[in-house]
């Protein structure tokens, strides 16, 4: 069974940082790319970050470049998105995402294989 776990959420003042974990299991995790996406309410959901787990090559939404960081620990089958200096807009669900292998697009919704079931993200202002 494919699972995909995030934790790591919570409320926090604005300026301040979070980390989120994505642990992935029933599936090779080498063979996915694992995207993060983001759903704040009465909006669509949206691609926040990428990462190839094979080659480790990265991907942001204009929107968080510089300020999030995606990584991956291969033995863990885990991928984190680190959060800093965040805004009340970036108040959101976040969930990760095992996006199709042959997707052109990894910050696109219609290209996911298997989602989680996402955490809250919240940041006063």
């Known amino acids: 069974e494919v699972q995909l776990v995030e934790s790591g959420g919570g409320l926090v003042q604005a300026g301040g940082s979070l980390r989120l974990s994505c642990a992935a299991s029933g599936f090779t995790f080498d063979d996915y790319p694992i995207s993060w996406f983001r759903q704040a309410p009465g909006k669509e959901r949206e691609g926040v970050s990428s990462?190839?787990?094979?080659?480790?090559?990265?991907y942001y939404a204009d929107s968080v470049k510089g300020r999030f960081t995606i990584s991956s620990d291969n033995a863990k089958n885990t991928v984190y998105l680190q959060m800093n200096r965040l805004k009340p807009e970036d108040t959101a669900v976040y969930y990760c995402a095992a996006v199709n292998p042959d997707s052109p697009r990894l910050l696109a919704t219609q290209w996911v294989d298997y989602w989680g079931r996402g955490t809250q993200v919240t940041v006063s202002s």
């Open positions: 990462i190839s787990s094979s080659d480790g090559t990265t």
